[in-house]
Nanobody, 125 residues
Framework: QVQLVESGGGSAQTGGSHVLSCKHS????????IGWFRQAPGMEREGVAF??????????PKADSMKGRFSISQDKSESTVYLQMNNLKPEDSAMYYC????????????????WGQGTQVTVSS
């Protein structure tokens, strides 16, 4: 089992920046990877960024909507993964979730059996 707690959600201005945190705990496994996903009302959940907790390797979806604006990082000593969001747009408003998995494709939400409760980000114009 992996427990995940997101924090850092809130309001932001268009063009501004925001950082979300995801503290993970529980089962320690070198295969553990963490993904950030988001879901806006009426929209499908989409992957935002992914990281291997062991190597620090990262991956991002190819969606142009987020390209170059979001970055994922971690503090291994704190078992915390961060999502840095820059140049925010109103369409970035969503519930952001971090999720953990051990096997499967990082970009595939079904690879993540463990999910946090989510943290809301609202970007105003």
């Amino acid at each position: 089992q992996v427990q995940l707690v997101e924090s850092g959600g809130g309001s932001a201005q268009t063009g501004g920046s925001h950082v979300l945190s995801c503290k993970h705990s529980g089962r320690s496994d070198y295969r553990l990877f963490i993904g950030w996903f988001r879901q806006a009302p009426g929209m499908e959940r989409e992957g935002v960024a992914f990281i291997s907790t062991q190597s620090g390797d990262t991956d991002y979806p190819k969606a142009d909507s987020m390209k170059g604006r979001f970055s994922i990082s971690q503090d291994k000593s704190e078992s915390t993964v961060y999502l840095q969001m820059n140049n925010l747009k109103p369409e970035d408003s969503a519930m952001y979730y971090c999720a953990a998995g051990y096997l499967g494709a990082w970009r595939d939400a079904s690879s993540y059996p463990f999910w946090g409760q989510g943290t809301q980000v609202t970007v105003s114009s």
